[in-house]
């Protein structure tokens, strides 16, 4: 089985994703934070367990002479919460409203985005930019991710350097570590464990950030 993380010519493939994160942030340096934080019930170490969860379609035209297609990525539903000590999830407030929110490009034969044709539809213009900017350049990078191939049982390593854009910042950089085993192929279908380590970090600007998990 490969993995391939280029977009390929006639494909129609819904993805359903749920990630769940537990932070826990800590205070290295106590300036004062601590104590002004208390007043309104603050404790640190902070633990938070956010889950999001978001249902997209990938579709895809038929290739042309040049080997170009037309390609769409549309979120069809996403939400973002909270989940309590309880087990119940509270909706996080404030989220940009995501659904019938749309991609539509024109990729090449290498399964790279042709600038500009990346076009963002729905949600409001300023969200349309940001995401749009961010989207063309991670669709650009994932198109130059080696192949990976995969014999059953067998756990593959691969290392992906990644910039990713951000509104008002400077790029951040993201290195994704990752362990890949193929567990079964079923009528046609690979089933492929995914296990990974990432880890971020803004070099540069007024607001400096390290983060790995």
Request: glycine share 8%; charged share 20%; proline share 6%.
């Amino acid at each position: 089985v490969e993995l391939d993380y280029r977009l390929r010519a006639g494909r129609d493939l819904i993805s359903e994703q749920v990630d769940e994160h537990v932070t826990t942030m800590r205070v290295a340096a106590d300036r004062g934070m601590v104590a002004r934080t208390a007043g309104n019930g603050t404790r640190f170490p902070l633990t938070y367990h956010a889950v999001t969860r978001q249902r997209s379609r990938y579709l895809t035209g038929p290739a042309q002479a040049d080997g170009s297609f037309a390609a769409s990525l549309a979120i069809l539903s996403r939400q973002a919460s909270l989940r309590l000590s309880t087990g119940e999830e509270q909706p996080v407030p404030g989220q940009p409203d995501l659904a019938n929110f749309e991609f539509k490009a024109t990729i090449d034969a290498q399964g790279q985005v042709t600038e500009p044709t990346l076009v963002a539809e729905g949600a409001d213009a300023a969200t349309r930019d940001a995401v749009r900017d961010m989207m063309a350049s991670l669709l650009q990078q994932a198109a130059r991710i080696d192949v990976v191939r995969l014999d059953a049982g067998q756990a593959v390593q691969q290392v992906v350097n990644m910039k990713v854009p951000l509104p008002g910042m400077p790029p951040l950089d993201m290195q994704v570590t990752g362990s890949n085993r193929l567990i079964a192929v079923q009528d046609g279908l690979a089933q492929v464990e995914m296990v990974y380590v990432m880890a971020f970090n803004v070099p540069e600007g007024p607001l400096k950030i390290e983060a790995s998990g």
